[in-house]
């Protein structure tokens, strides 16, 4: 069965500081793997993904993360934190199934960013 | 496109009552998806489609009933409300399969049982 481990609930960063939010994955099989942003009272939105390929994914507003195999992990940073990054972050893991992908999500990071 | 819709935003229900949440999505989507979150919680998934007339069962199904008449209408059915159904509630839809098609997500409706 798969599974996704966020460590910290909550992270606090300076405007400017790098962000890292760490990502674990427990799975059977060569996982897929995604990082989801959800701002105030509204739905997730996907920030980037890993299937196949380059280990080091670059996604939408800055973002990266990097699928390290040996040490099932998928941490998700940026280089400089910007207000408006302020948001909840998401981690899921999918498995490949004949009956179709079913994403496990993580439990959740609230990132907060100081002025 | 207006992406996929949710109606009502906000719920509030008295135990035992029924309710059908509503979603719509505008963009021939094939799959599509019912999650609940819990405060402190990720989603998890209740119900899928992957096509008009298929439905499946997700992670916690149970409290819960769905229908794919159609491509674009995947409402989601609570016939005895129950305190453990205060969620908020998101659906969200797909062109195919998760690793090669982006998930989209609706704006969520916030149900409260009482």
């Known amino acids: ?115 | 496109n207006a992406g996929v819709t949710q109606t009502p935003k906000f719920r509030i229900l008295k135990i035992g009552q029924s309710m059908t949440l509503q979603c719509a999505q505008d963009m021939n989507h094939n799959y599509m998806y019912w999650y609940r979150q819990d405060p402190g919680m990720g989603l998890k998934l209740i119900y899928y489609s992957v096509g008009a007339g298929i439905t499946d069962k997700g992670e916690v199904p149970n409290g819960y009933n769905v229908s794919r008449s159609t491509t674009e209408d995947f409402p989601l059915r609570l016939e005895l409300a129950a305190p453990s159904q205060t969620s908020v509630y998101f659906c969200a839809s797909s062109q195919g399969q998760i690793r090669r098609n982006e998930q989209f997500f609706g704006p969520g409706t916030r149900l409260t049982v009482l």
């Open chain 1, 1 to 115: 069965a798969q599974s996704v481990t966020q460590l910290g609930s909550h992270v606090s960063v300076s405007e400017g500081a790098l962000v890292l939010l760490r990502c674990n994955y427990s799975s059977s099989v060569p996982p897929y793997l995604f990082w989801y942003v959800q701002y105030p009272n509204q739905g997730l939105q996907l920030l980037l993904k890993y299937t196949t390929g380059a280990t080091l994914v670059k996604g939408i507003n800055g973002f990266e993360a990097e699928f390290k195999k040996s040490e099932t992990s998928f941490h998700l940073t940026k280089p400089s934190a910007h207000m408006s990054d302020a948001a909840e972050y998401f981690c899921a893991v999918s498995e490949e199934k004949s009956s179709g992908d079913k994403l496990t999500f993580g439990t959740g990071t609230r990132l907060a960013v100081r002025p």
